[in-house]
């Protein structure tokens, strides 16, 4: 199954960086991030089912004890938009991880045949801003806790993880530097770059799959910049 190895490989590069996230979540500066920037988030349908599922599975987890933080409490406010109900815990930096994990799910659960349609390309407006949000709330002594967790592939392309970065290097959304990729791609552990190399195969997997006929593949793979790519991506070998 597809999306069981894919969401194996996540995990398995979440717990690459387990030690910093840990640490970014235990920091007293990430017990309580709701800012007026997310709160303002969550004017979206999108984003309001992402936190009632992210409250389902993290209250579940408190009560099993995978989880830290107690689950915050929730109420709809005048304006449609979420307030933080004084009744349950505090608004986590370790729950609003899992609020974006279940923005990217709803991500990939609006592609078209693997492509991003113009919802999922909404949704993924919505988490960008909300990592964003993530990365500025939990700053301390000038460095982003939550952005030292996710490490190189946040530091340049932007990732959760070093899997989502290799994806995004194999079908960017937008023109890359390539000198500053390969430092990043250099940047990584060596587990982390195999990630890396795992994600970019899977993308560009997927990306031929789609192709319409041999000639459109041949003209992908004869591509001197595609092949520089697939270089710092894959290696020499």
Do not use: C
Request: net charge neutral.
């Amino acid at each position: 199954n597809p999306a069981m190895v894919t969401e194996a490989l996540r995990q398995n590069a979440q717990r690459v960086n387990q030690r910093a996230y840990r640490e970014a979540f235990d920091n007293p500066a990430s017990a309580d991030v709701w800012t007026g920037g997310v709160r303002g988030l969550t004017g979206s349908d999108s984003v309001q089912k992402a936190f009632a599922d992210a409250l389902q599975e993290h209250s579940e987890d408190f009560i099993a004890k995978r989880a830290k933080s107690p689950p915050p409490s929730f109420k709809v406010g005048a304006d449609g938009m979420l307030d933080v109900d004084g009744a349950g815990g505090k608004v986590s930096l370790e729950f609003l991880d899992r609020v974006q994990k279940t923005l990217r799910d709803q991500v990939e659960a609006a592609k078209i045949n693997g492509r991003m349609s113009n919802r999922a390309t909404r949704i993924e407006g919505f988490r960008n801003q909300l990592l964003d949000e993530m990365d500025r709330a939990s700053t301390v002594g000038g460095e982003s806790l939550y952005g030292k967790a996710r490490g190189q592939a946040r530091a340049f392309f932007d990732a959760e993880d070093s899997y989502e970065a290799g994806m995004k290097f194999a079908s960017p959304q937008k023109t890359m530097d390539l000198a500053r990729a390969r430092q990043a791609i250099e940047g990584m552990s060596d587990i982390e770059r195999e990630l890396f190399r795992q994600g970019y195969a899977a993308a560009l997997i997927d990306k031929i799959a789609k192709l319409p006929d041999a000639k459109d593949v041949e003209a992908l793979l004869n591509n001197r910049a595609a092949r520089q790519n697939l270089r710092m991506a894959l290696g020499d070998d």
